[in-house]
């Protein structure tokens, strides 16, 4: 649209169609995203890494290979995956702004910002949704969801001491990460070449599934696939980002934090095999959130569509 159209109220997966037109940018924009995150954000992140190997005398080609050896994780490997992946939000915000000629904070909701009440909100309501998923994991077989946890607590050491920094300060970037790239401008790009906020939330779960792995077994993928469904669902229903980065958050906190305690890096990182049973334990953990999601969002008067008037004045749209 050009600027001094009257805009309708737009829901969030057609946002970008008030920016500048032509199919062709939701194409340019895939291969950027692709690319920056496949070539440019690891590139880029090599430099400070290999910078404190050569000033420790490491071994820098050792060193430069063990990052992204995800079978024999440890965590300055975890800490160049995350940042890797959180690198997805300012090239998120690159596409958006440059390509599209919108503000960025379009992506995080239809505010045009991040409902941050909402977002502290929707981590209490992952809270209540795993606990009810502990209760159904509790009665059902073994799910034997791919990663290997023991009954016995893992020593504290001074690598669980650093792995645990790690978690604590860039998963939820990370989560952030895919949380803008899938359920953000993926979202909304297919959004705006089909014009159906199904076909957006169903694709962009799809692609969120097969980018965990090629290989992984059908339980795993619809594991993924689930999750990217009810996180995109909540998008379009509740006009934002919050409610999927708050669940993303929490339930990678409880994988690699139960990794730490019982297990190890490497099967949380590489999960494999894996079990249908684990199917009913995702589904409650989902719809539970979802429901309660969509329950704080409607108390807290939430709107799933822009203001015209706000999207219009934005002086990002050009």
Avoid at 147 to 154: D, P, R, V
């Amino acid at each position: 649209m050009e600027t001094g159209e009257r805009l309708p109220a737009l829901p969030y997966h057609l946002v970008l169609t008030a920016g500048r037109s032509g199919w062709w940018r939701f194409a340019l924009g895939l291969a950027v995203l692709l690319g920056g995150l496949l070539i440019v954000a690891p590139a880029l992140l090599l430099l400070p890494f290999a910078l404190y190997y050569v000033g420790t005398g490491a071994d820098l080609l050792d060193s430069i290979t063990a990052l992204a050896d995800t079978a024999d994780p440890t965590p300055a490997s975890l800490a160049y995956l995350n940042l890797t992946l959180a690198a997805a939000i300012p090239i998120t915000w690159f596409v958006v702004y440059v390509i599209h000629g919108l503000r960025p904070g379009w992506l995080a909701s239809i505010k045009p910002r991040i409902r941050w009440t909402y977002l502290v909100a929707c981590l209490g309501v992952s809270v209540v949704a795993l606990v009810a998923t502990l209760l159904v994991s509790a009665v059902v077989p073994s799910q034997g969801d791919g990663t290997e946890l023991s009954g016995q607590l893992n020593d504290f050491t001074s690598t669980t001491r650093d792995f645990l920094i790690v978690l604590v300060l860039l998963t939820p970037l990370q989560a952030a990460g895919e949380e803008y790239a899938f359920r953000g401008y993926l979202m909304q790009a297919f959004g705006g070449l089909f014009r159906s906020r199904w076909v957006a939330v169903v694709a962009s779960a799809f692609l969120f599934g097969l980018a965990h792995g090629i290989g992984q077994s059908p339980p795993i993928f619809f594991d993924r696939f689930a999750f990217g469904v009810v996180a995109g669902a909540l998008v379009v229903l509740t006009g934002g980002l919050e409610a999927g980065i708050a669940m993303h958050v929490l339930n990678n906190w409880l994988a690699f934090g139960l990794a730490l305690a019982y297990g190890d890096m490497a099967s949380t990182l590489n999960p494999s095999g894996g079990s249908w049973w684990s199917i009913p334990v995702t589904l409650t953990q989902s719809l539970v959130y979802l429901g309660l999601a969509l329950l704080v969002a409607r108390r807290m008067g939430l709107t799933d569509r822009t203001d015209p008037a706000v999207l219009a004045a934005l002086p990002g749209r050009r």
